[in-house]
């Protein structure tokens, strides 16, 4: 696999075009895969985000043979050798267009919300997918973007066959593909985990997304905050080195410090999709393995809670010699037995952790210290998750901070069922928000 999934895909294509200019430069994201690859995109770039919703008109005898696209703003584009050859008479071509265009409304609202569609006009469009096949809907975006004005399209993608790369060269002025391998039956090949994006993802990014104003202010250089991260890092645990990966929006004061589950890693998809949620609300994160490779060969030490913990402890104790983390609040997001590491690391005291969230978690694990956590602590739970469940209500009872246990329901334990790891995204951003006020460490 090329990629761990969309969140990684999009880094690294963000990286692929961090030198790309950026004046009067629109991110566009096909919905529903794009959208999270754009997201990484427009966020490195520091550029507007939009969506940009295209709709094939089929022959309406041959509904998978195209006679044309529309797009917002009344745009439509039409094969006229496809109408012609089939025959279609003007009124069956209104009533496909009349039908597609109520779902291309249905669409762009359920996305978009009653934000306006960021204007194209004598700018770039640089229009992004999680992959491109065929490339026939990339095709008819990149003629709805010139329809609405821009002067330059450009398509970026991270993965696409070499033939369908040369193809797309006669509707764009640049295609840009990560990797072009000759070998290719589909896109989620290329992909350790290709989970479906659903609606509600999509929408939580566009709502994440920079405004249009901030985001131009960013790229014409006049905005006053630092310069941001996202980056692998080798994080030092005490004398272990383990590998890790730093993101710090602009402006960054708060850092959320993630401890994986059993058998995962700083790759984890579900955390990293977690960790984009927070960085689109302003929230630094990081990313890291909690053994070296060769700690790992011994399975017994993916169960040692107390080592995990102290393995946590060191890394918040580099994170706080960084210059990034030494006024920041720092905050613990814990994934089943994570979890369990997270709060007993949280319960160390001298250790000022300003919150704490688990997501599937065991704090069952931490038991013997759950007394001493003072930090606030939300425990979420798959509603289907029922041992797990219990688990949590048990373990609450023994805190004394402030928690807050939330089911979500038709989730189970690793939150696969479409939409709910989105929920519990959002619950856990808005309980740091809520939580992490920057705190202050005196010198020495």
Same mark, same amino acid.
């Given at each position: 696999?090329?990629?761990?999934?969309?969140?990684?895909?999009?880094?690294?294509?963000?990286?692929?075009?961090?030198?790309?200019?950026?004046?009067?430069?629109?991110?566009?994201?096909?919905?529903?895969?794009?959208?999270?690859?754009?997201?990484?995109?427009?966020?490195?770039?520091?550029?507007?985000?939009?969506?940009?919703?295209?709709?094939?008109?089929?022959?309406?005898?041959?509904?998978?043979?195209?006679?044309?696209?529309?797009?917002?703003?009344?745009?439509?584009?039409?094969?006229?050798?496809?109408?012609?050859?089939?025959?279609?008479?003007?009124?069956?071509?209104?009533?496909?267009?009349?039908?597609?265009?109520?779902?291309?409304?249905?669409?762009?609202?359920?996305?978009?919300?009653?934000?306006?569609?960021?204007?194209?006009?004598?700018?770039?469009?640089?229009?992004?997918?999680?992959?491109?096949?065929?490339?026939?809907?990339?095709?008819?975006?990149?003629?709805?973007?010139?329809?609405?004005?821009?002067?330059?399209?450009?398509?970026?993608?991270?993965?696409?066959?070499?033939?369908?790369?040369?193809?797309?060269?006669?509707?764009?002025?640049?295609?840009?593909?990560?990797?072009?391998?000759?070998?290719?039956?589909?896109?989620?090949?290329?992909?350790?985990?290709?989970?479906?994006?659903?609606?509600?993802?999509?929408?939580?990014?566009?709502?994440?997304?920079?405004?249009?104003?901030?985001?131009?202010?960013?790229?014409?250089?006049?905005?006053?905050?630092?310069?941001?991260?996202?980056?692998?890092?080798?994080?030092?645990?005490?004398?272990?080195?383990?590998?890790?990966?730093?993101?710090?929006?602009?402006?960054?004061?708060?850092?959320?410090?993630?401890?994986?589950?059993?058998?995962?890693?700083?790759?984890?998809?579900?955390?990293? +999709?977690? $960790? =984009?949620?927070?960085? @689109? !609300?302003? /929230?630094?994160?990081?990313?890291?393995?909690? #053994?070296?490779? &060769?700690?790992?060969?011994?399975?017994?030490?993916?169960?040692?809670?107390?080592?995990?913990?102290?393995?946590?402890?060191?890394?918040?104790?580099?994170?706080?010699?960084?210059?990034?983390?030494?006024?920041?609040?720092?905050?613990? +997001?814990? $994934? =089943?037995?994570?979890? @369990? !590491?997270? /709060?007993?690391?949280?319960?160390?005291?001298? #250790?000022?952790? &300003?919150?704490?969230?688990?997501?599937?978690?065991?704090?069952?694990?931490?038991?013997?210290?759950?007394?001493?956590?003072?930090?606030?602590?939300?425990?979420?739970?798959?509603?289907?998750?029922?041992?797990?469940?219990?688990?949590?209500?048990? $373990?609450?009872?023994?805190?004394?901070?402030?928690?807050?246990?939330?089911?979500?329901?038709?989730?189970?334990?690793?939150?696969?069922?479409?939409?709910?790891?989105?929920?519990?995204?959002?619950?856990?951003?808005?309980?740091?928000?809520?939580?992490?006020?920057?705190?202050?460490?005196?010198?020495?």
């Amino acid at each position: 696999m090329l990629f761990a999934d969309r969140v990684d895909a999009g880094r690294r294509l963000a990286d692929r075009l961090k030198t790309f200019p950026r004046e009067n430069l629109v991110v566009l994201g096909l919905p529903r895969g794009g959208v999270p690859v754009a997201f990484q995109v427009a966020s490195k770039l520091e550029v507007p985000l939009d969506i940009i919703v295209v709709r094939k008109l089929g022959v309406p005898f041959q509904p998978e043979l195209a006679m044309g696209a529309i797009g917002e703003g009344n745009v439509r584009i039409l094969n006229e050798q496809v109408v012609t050859a089939t025959g279609v008479a003007a009124a069956e071509l209104d009533e496909v267009e009349a039908r597609e265009r109520k779902e291309l409304a249905r669409r762009a609202l359920r996305f978009r919300g009653t934000r306006e569609r960021v204007p194209l006009a004598g700018g770039t469009a640089l229009i992004v997918d999680d992959g491109i096949a065929t490339g026939s809907t990339v095709r008819a975006a990149c003629k709805v973007a010139r329809a609405q004005g821009a002067r330059r399209v450009v398509v970026a993608t991270p993965v696409a066959p070499p033939d369908t790369v040369a193809a797309l060269r006669d509707d764009a002025d640049e295609v840009i593909a990560l990797y072009t391998p000759e070998h290719f039956y589909a896109i989620g090949q290329f992909y350790a985990d290709f989970t479906q994006t659903s609606d509600d993802e999509v929408v939580r990014l566009m709502q994440c997304s920079p405004t249009h104003s901030a985001a131009v202010a960013g790229a014409a250089g006049v905005s006053d905050d630092p310069p941001g991260r996202d980056e692998e890092v080798e994080v030092h645990a005490g004398a272990a080195l383990v590998g890790g990966h730093l993101t710090l929006p602009d402006g960054a004061n708060a850092i959320v410090v993630f401890a994986h589950g059993s058998g995962s890693s700083r790759h984890s998809p579900r955390n990293r +999709f977690v $960790a =984009s949620v927070l960085n @689109g !609300a302003g /929230l630094g994160t990081l990313l890291f393995d909690l #053994l070296t490779p &060769a700690e790992e060969l011994d399975r017994a030490n993916v169960f040692d809670i107390p080592l995990l913990a102290h393995r946590l402890v060191e890394v918040t104790d580099w994170l706080r010699e960084q210059p990034e983390g030494r006024d920041a609040a720092i905050g613990y +997001f814990g $994934a =089943s037995t994570g979890a @369990g !590491a997270a /709060l007993w690391a949280a319960a160390e005291s001298g #250790l000022d952790v &300003a919150a704490v969230v688990s997501r599937g978690g065991r704090p069952d694990l931490a038991g013997p210290r759950l007394g001493d956590v003072r930090a606030p602590t939300l425990l979420i739970v798959g509603g289907h998750d029922a041992v797990v469940l219990e688990l949590n209500r048990d $373990a609450q009872a023994q805190m004394h901070c402030e928690t807050r246990l939330s089911v979500v329901e038709g989730a189970s334990h690793l939150f696969e069922e479409p939409g709910t790891l989105d929920i519990a995204a959002q619950l856990a951003c808005d309980w740091f928000v809520a939580h992490m006020a920057p705190v202050s460490h005196p010198a020495g």
